[in-house]
């Protein structure tokens, strides 16, 4: 017998302070070795290692797939119209995920480079450049800067004719 | 879709499930078992199959058995401590704790008192434990759970239920072109509704409840004969 | 008495059968059968709660009651109770709810022979209609052995004065196994072993029976998901 070649660590010494993890995990395997030899008996091989193809749901709703039976119609009570409304645009939603592109992945790269990655090339640029660069920028180009008649982009407020 | 609906009575042993369980994974819904290998009916009705490997049996009953994930309509009987004693139809009452409620803390409380009607779901159910309840989502949202205030509350077999619940019912949307209503649908045979009018709501659960004594079949015609049933 | 004439049946013949599925309405499933001119109810409960002294952890508890036409019942109700109780605890599938119970009463309200049978079969009908979970369904046939030696199937009241035997089998419908066995007067084995088989070979007209009603209880259901289907592809 296994456990009785492996050595065992006496009470007194398990019920020191600093064995109280050692503690439970003796009490554990202890536990489980009790409790496999009570019911070895009755389970067998079969329950053990069977990998049945059979799944038991015992809800009809589940089975046959029925909705939700809170329903509202004709405006009798929004709140619950609203909710079904939203059930059913995420339903339309997952039965056709793949809509057609209006812009091919390529267009979208072309025009995301041409739009926002000169901006960041500049920023990451001015980590590269020399504090000779930038004197020379300051004092020589300061006529034609691109940042002095180029406003920071920001929200305005709408003008009343603008809707 | 749910097709085929052979009979099969107790006790017959399902072969075309056998079949399809060999090369691929079933789902054994109420009133089939397994017994070893074989699958066997354990109650009488129309074998019914929903792609791809869904199986059931669409027995006729009126006595709900609780299933976890149901959504099913409870009036409170009690209050006993933390928790309210529901009744849903079920072998045993069922129990919701005051914290299964849309923003309920220990000190908030939500409002029920005996006799209230609750739409709930269930949350855990099994032969040996009391079946429990909630009126939140996992998002601890209310949804369309709660308290149905007004309207009226009458029972009806649990098949009346689940035909009312399969996707585009056409009854529903028969009644829906008479009178605007909301409607409550157990599937352990419970209903509320709920209309502008008393008259058109009482006319509303007449109609519905016709449904079971006329039998499927004749459900256009109820729909149909809706109006009468408003005079009424 | 507006009961239905005696019509003449031939005597290996089972008499006319006819069920009705839920006459009553606040129970979870009866049936009124007949057979022949004799009439019963019987209708069931649950699975429901029980009483804590009958609560067990491992099965639902059986309860079943026969009430006679009058009166109260007496020492044959209680027989005919008892083996009616006999034959729903071997194929009752009681496991799957346990800390419950189901209950079946049945009414008695004409008996014109055969009735031990009757019961029996109106019971295993209800239990049917009711969605309790079975292992199998049951059908019991009486027969008898009347003054010339002769065997009647299924006899009515007025041909069972004579008799020298009775008998009543029920069968599983799976593998046509026993379930139940009452006799009574003096036969000889054969006699026994015939009647057995007469019996057993009628039980599938029962069986057939069961299943026919209950697809055309089930028929009218039917219709409308035809209608549905069509009404989604379109």
Known sequence: MPSKSKPKLSRGVLDMKFMQRTKAKVDKETADEQSRALYSNEINEKMLNSNSNYIVEPSYSICAGLIDGRLSFRGMNPEIEQLMEQEQTEKQRLKKPEQPKEVSDQDMAKTYYANKAPALTSSMGKKFSTKKDLKRKQNGDSDNHPHKNHHKAQFRKPRPDDD | MATSGTIVMPGERIASIEEVAKTKRVILGPGLRRVDDTVVASKAGPLRHKEPNTFWVDNYQRRYVPARGDLVLGIVRSKAGDLYRVDIGAPETASISYLAFESATKKNRPDLNPGDLIYARVLNASADIEPELVCVNSNGKRGKLGVLPDGFFFKCSLNLGRVLLRENCPILAAITRQLPYEIAVGVNGRIWVKAHSLRETVALAKAILALEQAGYAETDKVCDNLGDYLEA | ?234
């Open chain 3, 1 to 234: 008495m507006n009961l239905p004439v005696k019509v003449a049946v031939a005597k290996d013949q089972l008499r006319r059968m006819h069920c009705e599925f839920n006459p009553l309405s606040r129970c979870d499933g009866s049936v009124m059968y007949s057979q022949g001119a004799s009439v019963v109810i019987s209708a069931v409960l649950g699975p429901v709660e029980v009483k804590s002294q009958n609560l067990s952890i491992d099965g639902s508890y059986l309860e079943c009651n026969y009430r006679p036409k009058a009166g109260l019942p007496q020492v044959k109700e209680r027989l005919r109770e008892a083996a009616i109780k006999d034959i729903l605890d071997l194929t009752v599938l009681s496991e799957a709810y346990p800390r419950s119970k189901m209950s079946i009463q049945v009414q008695e309200l004409e008996d014109r022979g055969s009735m031990d049978a009757c019961a029996v079969n109106s019971a295993c009908l209800a239990m049917l209609i009711g969605g309790l979970p079975l292992k199998c369904s049951f059908a019991a046939v009486h027969c008898i052995i009347d003054e010339q030696g002769d065997y009647v199937l299924d006899p009515d009241h007025s041909e069972t004065a004579h008799q020298r035997a009775s008998f009543t089998f029920a069968f599983d419908s799976m593998e046509g196994n026993l379930l139940l066995i009452q006799t009574k007067g003096a036969f000889k084995i054969e006699q026994f072993n015939d009647i057995e088989c007469l019996c057993r070979s009628a039980s599938q007209e029962i069986f057939k029976f069961y299943r026919s009603q209950i697809a055309k209880f089930h028929g009218a259901s039917q219709d409308i998901k035809a209608n549905h289907e069509s009404m989604e592809t379109i």
